[in-house]
């Protein structure tokens, strides 16, 4: 019972945010909404028992990547969103209306939250909750899951997380000026 | 940025909990919820508080760019290399239980090292992607 009013409350506050995301305009207050959106997702992971999962959204949702679109923010000129142009606005609510309807389709395929009997949960799911303890010697199932049984996806994952930081470095890191002053000599010339 | 004094001391009190915090979501990540990817991330919102309140040139004095360069693919080489040594004793890519005397043993060696590999990359990896943003409102 209090699960479901948990339920409800959050999932009431993430559609008042989103919607206002949709509505405004300030890009300042969007960002700061868009972190509030993830905090409330990762309340709803918890209330799911995906403690690992909320963890991380909280961290990086609602954490890294409000900082980051802040700093972003701080660095480009306009703080407002252009209104949109108003011609054929038909189009677009057809796109999103079919979508939508094709995604609610499609959950009427997904077996209920906890069902004991759904396909994900017949596969491997048993072994790890009887092994993991014995394999690993980890209290944790999802690290043992993550790192151990999976961990060359872990691998995979860490090595996209690099790559994206090279790209940044790629993209932005180096910071001319004008004056087409050498890396090295401005780094000097900051510190 | 010299006058906000309550900022400040409230950033000096809060940074040795989060960098704390962070260490103990890294260690305690094999009993709780977390891992090395949370404890990555909440250790460079540390350092990123520090720089939002002491300034950029103040955060790259303690962990220099080069450096950050260096550990991000550091963590990387760390995870990929044990890899490379189990198969060197004689298990399979990642078969942590040939690193210790027993298949436990080797288990948590093996997930100690690479959560250790996941969290140095995205620490410093997530200190590139701050650093490399607000270093250019500078120029």
């Known amino acids: 019972m209090i699960d479901l009013l948990i339920n409800v409350t959050l999932l009431t506050f993430l559609a008042i945010t989103a919607v206002a995301m949709v509505r405004m305009t300030d890009l300042f207050a969007i960002i700061m909404l868009f972190g509030i959106f993830s905090l409330l997702t990762a309340g709803l992971f918890v209330v799911m028992d995906a403690a690992d999962v909320a963890f991380t959204e909280a961290a990086v949702g609602a954490g890294i990547s409000t900082m980051l679109m802040l700093a972003t923010l701080a660095l480009i000129k306009a703080h407002q969103e252009k209104k949109p142009l108003g011609r054929r606005p038909w189009l677009p609510l057809v796109v999103v209306t079919v979508t939508g309807a094709a995604l609610v389709y499609g959950t009427t395929d997904i077996s209920n939250f906890g069902d004991p009997l759904a396909p994900p949960h017949t596969h491997v799911a048993p072994y790890y909750i009887e092994q993991s303890m014995a394999d690993t010697g980890v209290p944790n199932m999802v690290t043992a899951v993550l790192a151990s049984y999976r961990g060359f996806d872990t691998l995979g994952e860490v090595a996209v997380v690099f790559t994206a930081g090279v790209a940044v470095l790629l993209l932005l890191g180096s910071r001319r000026k004008k004056n087409n002053s050498t890396v090295d000599k401005e780094d000097s010339n900051d510190s | ?137 500078r120029s």
């Open chain 2, 1 to 137: 940025m010299t006058h906000n004094l309550i900022l400040r001391v409230v950033a000096k009190l809060l940074i040795p909990i989060i960098i704390l915090f962070a260490f103990y979501v890294q260690f305690h990540g094999d009993f709780g919820p977390g891992g090395g990817f949370q404890a990555g991330v909440i250790f460079s919102a540390a350092l990123i508080l520090y720089a939002l309140v002491f300034g950029l040139d103040a955060a790259e004095k303690i962990i220099p760019r080069w450096l950050l360069h260096l550990l991000a693919a550091l963590g990387l080489v760390l995870y990929a290399g044990v890899g490379v040594v189990t198969m060197m004793l004689g298990g399979n890519y990642l078969e942590y239980g040939v690193l210790g005397s027993t298949q436990v043993s080797g288990q948590h060696l093996g997930i100690l090292l690479i959560e250790l590999g996941v969290g140095v990359t995205v620490a410093a990896v997530m200190l590139i992607f701050f650093f490399s943003f607000a270093g250019r409102s």
